[in-house]
């Protein structure tokens, strides 16, 4: 299945890569940005395959004990809406 990046899924996401190689280093965006397209995989597969979020029609799933994505499923793609951080009080 199709997968979409939505504007605020590039910018959550690049920030979280900013934030973590600010913070620790190469290996751990590596290791982080290995585990997202693990998951991008699994959902392209079966889009259905993970939970739903607290807001109606949204799927979690996390990524890391941080860094959870939420994204939406239509007919014949997945648009992925926003990387959240965990520990944050986020509306999703």
């Not at 029609?57 to 941080?66: A, F, L, N, P």
């Not at 939420?70 to 990387?83: A, E, H, K, M, P």
């Amino acid at each position: 299945m199709k997968i979409i990046w939505s504007e605020e899924a590039t910018e959550t996401y690049l920030e979280t890569i900013e934030f973590i190689l600010f913070n620790w280093d190469y290996n751990v965006a590596e290791d982080f940005e290995v585990e997202v397209n693990r998951v991008l995989n699994l959902i392209s597969k079966n889009p259905k395959l993970f939970p739903l979020s607290k807001k109606k029609g949204h799927h979690k799933v996390v990524i890391s004990e941080q860094t959870s994505l939420i994204y939406n499923v239509y007919r014949t793609q997945v648009t992925l809406i926003s990387f959240v951080d965990n520990r944050s009080d986020h509306k999703f």
